[in-house]
């Protein structure tokens, strides 16, 4: 069974530039998850998505990140305009169901704001 | 709402020796507590999970404890080997998300 890809893998960008990540999770999972891991710390919860609606985004800083996942399959997290303090490493974990505790992650999208 | 603690935030231990990896949480509505192994560059990996109604696990050469009186619960890795150098984080489940600890960066001396 094929993990979680994630999309880039690196970015660079200078401060006020936008960028969008891209996910696409486990196949016939309906849960996704986005979270933002700083450096030195745990991950934190961006948004969480059941099929295509959105479940939990209460720490997604909405005046700068947004996120979709239109067909309940793939999902885009996009930061417009992004600050330095934006630079963290960006995961996506999907799992079956609402319902289920295992979360899989993907590899990560490692942002840097310069 | 929870919070989860961990300790230590760096942990050497001697290839062969074990190692234990502490958390505590606050809400005692937690109901599900999995170990994450984080190499670099890479996602967190599930590598062993317990549920709020038992009170120990063992996977091989690891281990997890649960102690909800206290509301903690630990990783024990035996026999470390060099495999075994990552970041470890523990993390708690209320309805399904998870609370992360802030890891701990386990190194495994030759």
């Known amino acids: 069974e094929a993990g979680v890809a994630q999309s880039p893998r690196y970015k660079i960008i200078e401060k006020r530039q936008s960028v969008a990540f891209w996910c696409n999770p486990i196949s016939g999972h309906a849960t996704l998850y986005w979270y933002q891991q700083i450096l030195g710390q745990g991950p934190k919860l961006l948004i969480q998505?059941?099929?295509?609606?959105?479940?939990?985004d209460s720490q997604l800083p909405k005046d700068r990140f947004s996120a979709e996942r239109l067909k309940g399959v793939d999902s885009t997290l996009k930061i417009q305009p992004a600050k330095l303090e934006d630079s963290a490493v960006y995961l996506c974990a999907s799992s079956d169901s609402f319902s289920s505790y295992e979360q899989y992650f993907g590899p990560g999208t490692r942002l840097t704001v310069t | 709402g929870e919070n989860v603690e961990q300790h230590p935030s760096t942990l050497s231990v001697q290839e062969g020796d074990s190692a234990v990896i502490k958390c505590t949480y606050s809400d005692s509505a937690s109901n599900y507590f999995p170990w994450y192994k984080q190499e670099l560059g890479k996602g967190p990996q599930l590598i062993i999970d317990?549920?709020?109604n038992v009170g120990e696990k063992k996977d091989q050469r690891i281990a997890v404890t649960l102690n909800k009186t206290a509301k903690h619960f630990s990783l024990h890795i035996t026999e470390t080997q060099p495999e075994d150098s990552a970041v470890y984080f523990c993390?708690?489940?209320?309805?399904?998300?998870?609370?992360w600890g802030a890891g701990t960066k386990l190194i495994i001396k030759p």
């Open positions: 317990i549920r709020s």
């Open positions: 998505f059941q099929n295509n609606g959105v479940v939990d």
């Open positions: 993390a708690a489940s209320i309805s399904y998300q998870l609370i």
